[in-house]
């Protein structure tokens, strides 16, 4: 059987969950089924390239992709039952490694994938798939393009860093390959290229040693603050670079890894997203939703194939994932450890933290599609930090149509935020101190430089009251922390606003605090794209003092101020009664425990 013949095979079980034996199991998640359609769609494309309005430039070259499975056959597994015998790459990673050396451009005869994203559960092989194909690269690669590879790997620590390179090396002991290579302390080299690996450090990210990488693995990329590394691995200025990232889910959803890779590599797959990137590879394995989200479901061993394609093909591996669900069934603080390593779930943890993630990013939506000109807002003002970020919130409260179960209509909130930083150097400031792109927020139009020694409250409000007489939005109320913001209470009650203090106590915000988060829980707001919001909402966690909370602006050193503007005019939307007089909402919150 030939290796296309093979991988169309593997597909059309993944996809419908063909079952051949206990060690043979093709049960997929649905990105993973994504991943196999894509494949079988390239396929007919190739087919029909002809005949297509738009040819489609690759090709299927048999012959590359059977000399990366000679290739792993020549080393050698490292730990393990199988130590020291010859690699056989399983179905699973054949459909990974043969896709990324077998399709060809048809022109040129290179390689189509110049990069790839391949996350999956922990103790799959990942380190081994990256090894082999970084000693591929720097020998055979290098020889046929007759270039000298740098090829690197990169942790968040040198020790990281290392793993690939040292099971680079041990995947050679014993193989006949051993004598084609120099291996020093530092560096692989290959001898007849002069190419080599080597593991960069944290340092070399910063500086951008290895400006021209024909290679570069990011190794757990889930753990990776910054984008450094994946900046570097852009650079390369060879005929066929190639980065690698290889990852299991993480625990931090403002990272990078999820932000960005996850989110773009998951839009590439989904055939009903129009995202295309034929020069990317994208491979996601993982539980679906509906897996865990009744937590009783984790109990059916056969869904832990989804995310563990080699770990369930053996019955050490499966007992080993039993030994580890038992224990967090036993000890839940050591659920979310199961669900990211092993299961591949992406799970916000973070102690005391306020907002499920994964809840609030269903209430996400590409655009607000109901018509608010006309609506009320209620405007939440976050002024806490003058020489800091500046945030304010509008907060339109709207009869949905759908009716509770005592025949109510079910009232829903549209939430936009924007955030205010005096000038670039407490910009620069503050992203390398919160290692986040403040500059792109600003360019996406979600933070605004004043330009000024301190954030222009003159400037918040204009922007504010433009805002809202743009869209026609009726302001009920700006709503304030006193703190900072006395006199410009003062002047904006003189204009004739109205204008009211929620004070920073746990009595004031604790029905806010808990009400946003249930209305968030319930699916009842809205909100379209906001990385800035995004960011503060994970970062924000909770204090308690008698039972109440609010959020705990002193736990933190990352920024939570578009969470506090929102919180602070939701505590006044809560009470907005449509079609009454607002005096009698203030009434209620006058009447409330504040």
């Avoid at 990137?277 to 865990?292: C, G, H, M, P, Q």
């Avoid at 709207?398 to 079910?410: A, H, N, P």
Wanted: with cysteine; charged share 30%; proline share 3%.
């Amino acid at each position: 059987m030939t290796i296309l013949s093979e991988l169309k095979q593997y597909a059309d079980n993944c996809l419908h969950d063909v079952r051949i034996s206990e060690n043979e199991d093709y049960i997929s998640c649905q990105k993973h089924k994504w991943a196999c359609q894509r494949f079988i769609n390239d396929i007919k494309r190739s087919e029909a390239r002809n005949t297509l309005k738009h040819p489609f430039p690759y090709v299927w070259d048999e012959e590359e992709a059977e000399k990366i499975v000679e290739w792993f056959a020549l080393l050698r597994h490292s730990k393990g039952d199988l130590s020291g015998q010859p690699i056989k790459l399983t179905p699973w990673q054949k459909f990974d490694l043969c896709q990324v050396y077998g399709w060809r451009h048809k022109e040129s005869g290179r390689k189509r994938y110049r990069q790839t994203f391949t996350e999956v559960g922990r103790k799959n092989a990942k380190s081994q798939m990256e090894a082999g194909v970084a000693l591929y690269e720097i020998s055979t690669q290098a020889t046929k393009n007759e270039e000298v590879y740098e090829f690197y790997t990169a942790g968040t620590k040198r020790d990281q860093s290392k793993i690939i390179f040292n099971e680079c090396r041990l995947m050679l002991r014993g193989s006949i390959l051993r004598s084609k290579f120099k291996i020093t302390r530092d560096v692989i080299e290959h001898i007849k290229t002069g190419s080599y690996i080597k593991a960069l450090c944290k340092e070399d990210g910063k500086e951008g040693d290895g400006s021209n990488p024909a290679g570069l693995i990011l190794d757990e990329y889930h753990q990776h603050k910054t984008t450094e590394f994946y900046d570097l691995g852009l650079g390369s200025n060879t005929k066929e670079s190639l980065l690698m990232i290889i990852t299991t889910a993480g625990v931090d959803l403002t990272y990078p890894c999820y932000v960005q890779e996850y989110s773009y590599c998951s839009k590439i797959l989904n055939p009903d997203i129009d995202v295309w990137n034929d020069t990317y590879f994208v491979d996601i394995l993982e539980l679906d939703a509906a897996d865990y989200e009744d937590i009783s479901r984790i109990d059916d061993e056969r869904l832990w194939w989804k995310a563990n394609p080699i770990r369930m093909s053996f019955e050490n591996g499966r007992e080993k994932i039993r030994e580890a669900y038992r224990i967090a069934k036993d000890i839940p603080e050591k659920m979310t450890a199961f669900l990211t390593k092993v299961l591949n779930v992406w799970v916000q943890a973070k102690e005391n933290g306020y907002m499920d993630m994964a809840k609030w990013k269903k209430c996400q939506v590409d655009e607000i599609k109901i018509g608010t000109k006309g609506m009320n807002v209620y405007v939440g003002l976050d002024m806490s930090a003058k020489i800091d970020l500046t945030s304010v919130a509008f907060i339109i409260p709207f009869k949905s149509g759908v009716l509770d179960s005592t025949g109510e209509d079910v009232i829903k909130y549209i939430v936009y935020s924007h955030s205010f930083i005096p000038n670039r150097d407490k910009l620069a400031e503050r992203k390398q101190k919160d290692k986040v792109d403040y500059d792109a927020w600003e360019r996406m139009g979600f933070l605004t430089v004043t330009n000024t020694p301190i954030v222009d409250q003159n400037a918040v409000m204009k922007y504010v009251l433009e805002t809202c007489q743009k869209n026609e939005w009726n302001i009920e109320c700006l709503c304030f922390d006193p703190a900072n913001a006395s006199k410009l209470m003062m002047d904006l009650s003189d204009e004739g606003y109205t204008v009211e203090e929620v004070y920073q106590s746990h009595k004031s915000l604790n029905e806010s605090t808990q009400g946003f988060r249930e209305q968030v829980y319930c699916g009842n707001v809205l909100y379209t794209y906001n990385p800035l919001l995004n960011f503060a909402m994970s970062n924000a966690v909770i204090r308690q003092n008698q039972g109440l909370i609010k959020i705990d602006k002193d736990a933190t050193t990352k920024r939570i101020d578009p969470v506090d503007a929102i919180l602070c005019g939701f505590k006044l939307a809560l009470y907005h009664v449509f079609g009454s007089d607002f005096l009698d909402d203030i009434d209620k919150f006058i009447e409330s425990d504040w």
